[in-house]
Nanobody
Framework: QVQLVESGGGLVQAGGSLRLSCAASGSIFRLNTVGWYRQAPGKQRELVATITSGGSTNYADFVKGRFTISRDNAKNTVYLQMNSLKHEETAVYYC?????????????????WGQGNQVTVSS
């Protein structure tokens, strides 16, 4: 079942900008850290950026200074603003919402994934 809805992907020229959106239900949005991942053909999925329910952010080194992750509480939506895009950043971008819980001393993971959004950066 799809619980995260992604949008905003498409074609952009190298050096250009694009903004991705990830919408979730209120409970998922409020309780989980939301992250953006990407996977290029033949490569492993990699973390791009994350934002906690409290608004704390972190970024992969290769996007620092160029990408910005943010959230709109009223819309239950997380955004990824991507600037100065490079050709090698062509990939399918995925939204993830997840958390680690401790129930009676037992650690559990709960993850929600979007279906992916294609971003193509032309040279």
């Amino acid at each position: 079942q799809v619980q995260l809805v992604e949008s905003g992907g498409g074609l952009v020229q190298a050096g250009g900008s694009l903004r991705l959106s990830c919408a979730a239900s209120g409970s998922i949005f409020r309780l989980n850290t939301v992250g953006w991942y990407r996977q290029a053909p033949g490569k492993q999925r990699e973390l791009v950026a994350t934002i906690t329910s409290g608004g704390s952010t972190n970024y992969a080194d290769f996007v620092k200074g160029r990408f910005t992750i943010s959230r709109d509480n009223a819309k239950n939506t997380v955004y990824l603003q991507m600037n100065s895009l490079k050709h090698e950043e062509t990939a399918v971008y995925y939204c993830n919402a997840g958390r680690t819980t401790r129930e009676r001393g037992t650690i559990r993971r709960l993850d929600y994934w979007g279906q992916g959004n294609q971003v193509t950066v032309s040279s």
